[in-house]
């Protein structure tokens, strides 16, 4: 057994994580309108699924700059609350500016590493949700059972993810582009990333090994519609800070002739004109007895 493979760090991937995060923030904050296009069905299939209504207490994880954490606080009124924690204390600024800026009162924001909810101190919520955040999650099941820890009895727990890498071209093209240019080894077993959870089957088993009942997993087609390719990349380059620890190894004119691959390759996804980039979402439920 050969015992010098290179071995998955948790700390040391949550930690580049966070920094990312705090470097992308602002893109997130301002790209907001697109989120709210994008993924504005499978946001509220999320919810719906989650069961949300009014007066209810929310716990979104991983809420980054707040988008969806303000449709939850709609939804559950005045006199409902949403709790919105996230890893990196800068992107949650914004969802606080977001909150502000919409006149929304039961909103609140906590700093928390994902997988440590069980240091919550927090009045039982009736729903938690986390989009686009599970995937992320060195630890998945820990993450569920902090999750879990937080729902009153009854209370149900919504996650939305991608699904796998042929169906979610948009970003898989940018990533196997940048692997191959950079000559970067295939993922670390262990290892979290987009896909993590997209193959059939996969979201529903950990949801059942977490303890859920009731699970339902729905299939949401989301395509991420933008002007043009260039569009799109000029999205990927300032949101998703994976892509630039991937390229940083490379000299700056390796990195441009690498971001002019990428924008030739997303060109095939130009349908009359406007940029209809391939993306599919998996929402899932299950519900705490």
């Excluded at 954490?69 to 606080?96: C, K, M, P, W, Y």
Aim: aromatic share 8%; proline share 4%.
């Amino acid at each position: 057994m050969n015992t010098n493979l290179p071995q998955f760090n948790a700390e040391h991937y949550k930690e580049t994580t966070r920094q990312q995060w705090d470097t992308a923030a602002e893109a997130w904050y301002r790209w907001a309108p697109l989120l709210s296009r994008w993924l504005g069905e499978a946001t509220n299939t999320m919810l719906d699924m989650s069961e949300i209504g009014r007066g209810d207490r929310v716990l979104d994880v991983a809420a980054g700059a707040g988008e969806q954490s303000l449709v939850a606080a709609r939804r559950v009124g005045v006199n409902g609350h949403v709790l919105a924690t996230d890893i990196s204390t800068h992107i949650l600024s914004f969802a606080e500016q977001s909150a502000k800026l919409a006149g929304l009162k039961n909103i609140t924001t906590r700093v928390i590493d994902g997988e440590n909810l069980h240091t919550l101190d927090a009045k039982p919520f009736n729903a938690v949700i986390s989009r686009v955040g599970l995937i992320y999650f060195p630890d998945q099941i820990k993450a569920l059972n902090g999750m879990m820890q937080q729902l009153k009895v009854g209370g149900k727990v919504a996650a939305m993810v991608y699904s796998t890498a042929d169906k979610n071209a948009f970003f898989s093209i940018p990533v196997s582009i940048i692997r191959r240019r950079a000559n970067l080894p295939a993922p670390l077993s262990g290892q979290p990333g987009p896909f993590s959870l997209g193959a059939e089957g996969t979201l529903e088993d950990l949801f059942c090994r977490a303890g859920l009942k009731q699970i339902e997993v729905r299939r949401i087609n989301a395509p991420v519609r933008l002007e043009s390719a260039a569009e799109c990349l000029q999205f990927e380059q300032e949101s998703f800070g994976a892509l630039h620890q991937m390229i940083s190894g490379m000299s700056t004119t390796e990195q441009d002739e690498t971001w002019d691959e990428i924008e030739d390759a997303l060109a095939q996804f130009v349908v009359d004109g406007q940029f209809v980039g391939p993306c599919e979402m998996l929402v899932a439920a299950g519900t705490k007895e």
